[in-house]
């Protein structure tokens, strides 16, 4: 679960890491008050659940309220599109005014879970700011990735070895052992699957602070944060996912034309991975998940339909514990429903299939039964190709 930059400028806050003084307004003449407070020089920072803000024009420097008043009225309902949002982007719908900063130098640090080895770990660099991904790639030695054993936690000597890889000293350099310390002990809290602060700045000042924050919260661990749920901006959402999350469906999105629906996430893969083998590109899919009952299927099937990508619908189900002859219903009902003409296939099997079979059959629908998998997927492209 994704959160804004500026709550989780205010999760660091309360773990002691310094931030910029701030705040988010929701209308142009907020940001105009908020420039004022912070003394008419300030940064406008558009916020949405991605990063590369910066390189897109989401983030300014302005020198008069005013002039921040102009460009949030410019930013607010605008769809900003960076390397991270996909070719629609996202519509921002909220703006932090910060006080501008001199910053001297910009680092790079986050703490994440590494899939490979289950454990966290801390990644860090002396080269951070708008240019981490080039850094990434062209000089990846330049970036210091230290595994956390959870059995000791982060030792200070650990986060001293990293403070020191920034080309930190003195009371900088134990600033930031401190604030280190204080990250970990807010990823592990707060059961964080990413905690990014990028860039983290020495000030000219002399001072650390984070600049940029970004928290992404372990889905798995939401039931033991009441307060997390609302804290996500739906508007940042894609509106068909928030309808699959009211029926406890997974939808995922995907880049083709091919909607499926399936029941459990192996056969899902699967799914994707045969239909791909014969040559069609799914356009997402939706786990119906095992004890699916006939207005569950039928709200799937709508959600499919209303992805405007799907040219044709692909079902594959394997009715173990759901039974054949109601998923049939479930297509039939949310198909007339909807008055679907597109071409649909239902791979099914299990319990009372030749009912179901048989329903689909007499429905009236341009649907066609697949014997198996692989007959099932041939017959879905061959419906789009005579389309
Ligand atoms: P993004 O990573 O989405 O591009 P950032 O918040 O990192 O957005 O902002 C981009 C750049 O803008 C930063 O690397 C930093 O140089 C500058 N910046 C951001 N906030 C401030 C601020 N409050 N004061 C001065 N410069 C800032
Ligand atoms: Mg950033």
Redesign the pocket.
């Known amino acids: 679960m994704n959160i804004h930059?500026y709550q989780a400028k205010e999760i660091l806050s309360s773990y002691g890491i310094p931030v910029?003084r701030?705040r988010v307004a929701l209308t142009a003449d907020q940001v105009e008050r908020a420039a004022k407070e912070m003394g008419g020089r300030?940064?406008v920072?558009a916020q949405i659940y991605?990063?590369?803000?910066?390189?897109?024009g989401?983030?300014k420097?302005v020198h008069h309220p005013e002039q921040a008043q102009d460009l949030a009225k410019e930013l607010f309902g605008r769809r900003l599109v960076?390397p991270q949002t996909g070719a629609e982007g996202l519509k921002v719908r909220r703006i932090l005014v910060?006080?501008?900063?001199?910053?001297s130098r910009?680092l790079y640090l986050s703490i994440t879970l590494d899939r490979a080895t289950s454990r966290y770990c801390l990644i860090a660099s002396a080269e951070?700011?708008?240019e981490i991904e080039e850094v990434a790639s062209t000089a990846p030695e330049k970036i210091h990735v230290l595994d956390i054993d959870p059995f000791t936690g982060l030792r200070s000597y650990q986060a001293r070895k990293t403070a020191l890889a920034l080309g930190l000293a003195g009371s900088v350099c134990e600033d930031c052992v401190e604030l280190i310390l204080n990250l970990y002990r807010c990823a592990l809290e707060k059961d964080c699957f990413l905690v990014e602060i990028?860039?983290l700045?020495v000030t000219k000042a002399g001072w650390l602070m984070a600049?940029?924050a970004?928290i992404n919260f372990d889905d798995n661990a939401i039931f033991r944060h009441r307060e997390y749920p609302d804290m996500l901006d739906y508007s940042q959402l894609d509106p068909l996912e928030i309808s699959a999350g009211k029926y406890d469906l997974a939808y995922i999105k995907l880049n083709g034309n091919v909607g499926c629906m399936v029941n459990g996430a192996g056969l899902a893969m699967a799914t994707l991975d045969v239909l791909q083998e014969f040559g069609a590109e799914p356009a997402n899919f939706l786990d119906v998940g095992g004890g699916a009952t006939r207005e569950k299927v039928a709200e799937a099937f709508k959600i499919i339909l209303q992805d405007s990508d799907v040219k044709g619908v692909f079902v594959n189900i394997f009715g173990g514990i759901m039974r054949c002859d109601v998923i049939a219903q479930g297509i039939i009902e949310a198909a007339s429903e909807v008055h679907c003409t597109l071409p649909i296939v239902v791979r099914m099997d299990g319990s009372k299939v030749a009912e179901g079979k048989k329903l689909l059959q007499e429905s009236g629908l341009n649907v066609q039964v697949g014997e198996t998998l692989g007959d099932g997927a041939a017959r879905i492209v061959g419906m789009l190709d005579k389309n």
């Not at 991605?50 to 897109?56: I, N, Q, T």
């Not at 910060?98 to 910053?103: L, N, Q, R, W």
């Open positions: 930059e910029p701030g300030c940064v920072k991605a990063g590369g803000r910066g390189k897109a989401g983030v420097l960076t910060e006080e501008a900063v001199e910053i910009e951070g700011g708008v990028n860039p700045v600049m940029d970004k």
